[in-house]
């Protein structure tokens, strides 16, 4: 998977409570992005990175922040988790450069949230 | 805002056969097209990309063209094999920061 690792792969929690996701990627690529897959939606993206502390929304960012203090760590957190916040997450990097060009992106395995 | 569609139903084609995916998008024409293939349990991972200015683009069974007029791309697998099985997305990339995804086509390929 590219040299990216998401943890955890697997996780319950209860409503209510705070959760952090984890991606940290080896490429040593500028750009880091979280999306989340339901059916019916597809991929959509939630926060993306464009270098350490440099962070912009997506078109699903309610409820989540995002914090990257490090090119290689890229940190997904609800704050306090929902059923509807029941999903895949999607981790993914580019190495697109700041002046554009071909964003071709590189996924990890996935981390599969239950909110109950 | 841009919409991107693909046949939400699955594919269903006999080994050997040629499969045929389309990729539908409204507004404006993105500079660069995407396919990705997703396998159960897994991330998407990167196929081929196609130019604006590109009509055609092959790799290896694998063929993509991109209509701007009709606003239109179709991803064909050659020869498609049991192990083509898979959900393959496509992405609208307008040489932003962000890609725009479709919610895929789930292709079963039978022996």
């Known amino acids: 998977d590219a040299g990216i690792t998401q943890s955890p792969r697997h996780k319950v929690t209860e409503t209510g409570t705070p959760v952090t996701l984890r991606c940290h990627q080896t490429e040593n690529h500028r750009y880091m992005y979280w999306y989340r897959q339901d059916p019916g939606h597809g991929l959509r993206l939630i926060h993306y990175s464009y270098g350490v502390k440099d962070t912009d929304k997506g078109e699903v960012s309610d409820g989540y922040s995002v914090s990257r203090s490090k090119t290689e760590d890229f940190l997904l957190t609800l704050e306090s988790a929902t059923s509807s916040q029941t999903s895949v997450y999607f981790c993914?990097?580019?190495?697109?450069?700041?002046?554009?060009?071909?964003?071709?992106?590189?996924f990890g395995a996935g981390t599969r949230l239950s909110v109950l | 805002s841009q919409k991107i569609e693909q046949n939400s139903e699955a594919l269903n084609i006999q080994e050997g056969k040629t499969a045929t995916l389309t990729c539908n998008y409204t507004n404006y024409s993105p500079a660069y097209l995407q396919w990705y293939r997703q396998d159960p349990g897994r991330g998407p991972v990167f196929l081929l990309l196609i130019r604006e200015n590109e009509k055609e683009k092959r790799k290896e069974r694998l063929k993509v063209t991109f209509d701007t007029t009709l606003k239109q791309s179709l991803f064909h697998i050659t020869a498609s094999q049991p192990a083509d099985s898979a959900t393959y997305l496509c992405a609208l990339d307008y040489n932003t920061d962000k890609l725009i995804f479709g919610t895929g086509t789930r292709l079963q390929v039978f022996p």
């Open positions: 993914a990097i580019s190495e697109q450069t700041a002046s554009g060009g071909e964003n071709i992106q590189y």
